[in-house]
């Protein structure tokens, strides 16, 4: 004859698996690059100013400002939109996100460099 077996923790498998070390490393995060142009930057501390605001933003994991041309190169991973950029930045100064770089980038015409 054969006893029962009884489980006195019936938590007993969820905290095993609490235990198990997870391995992330199989796990991919897309990073996404975008690149917006950015209006009211006038020096130096200007750029430094938009850096900071844009990094808070929630996604964004890295981001490069420059002066010339007046853009910021962000990567992210989440896709995050012109208006969440712009309200980081009215927070810290009259600065404007204008657009993507592409969408300010002027159209050439003809099939050649030169237009």
Known sequence: MTCPVID???NHKEQE????????KHLKI??????????????????Q???????QVAGVKT????????????QTD????????????SKVGNYRVAGN???NEPKKSG???CG
């Open 30 to 47: 897309k990073i996404m690059k975008q690149q917006v142009a950015i209006k009211g930057m006038s020096c130096g501390g200007c750029t």
């Open 111 to 113: 099939g050649s460099c």
């Open 101 to 103: 770089v592409a969408d």
């Open 49 to 55: 100013t938009v850096e900071k605001a844009l990094k």
């Open 17 to 24: 698996n609490k235990n198990k070390k997870i391995n992330y």
């Open 63 to 74: 981001v490069t400002v420059s002066l010339v041309p007046p853009q910021a190169v962000i």
């Open 78 to 89: 989440q896709v995050i939109g012109n208006a969440q950029l712009q309200s980081a930045l």
């Open 8 to 10: 006195l923790h019936p």
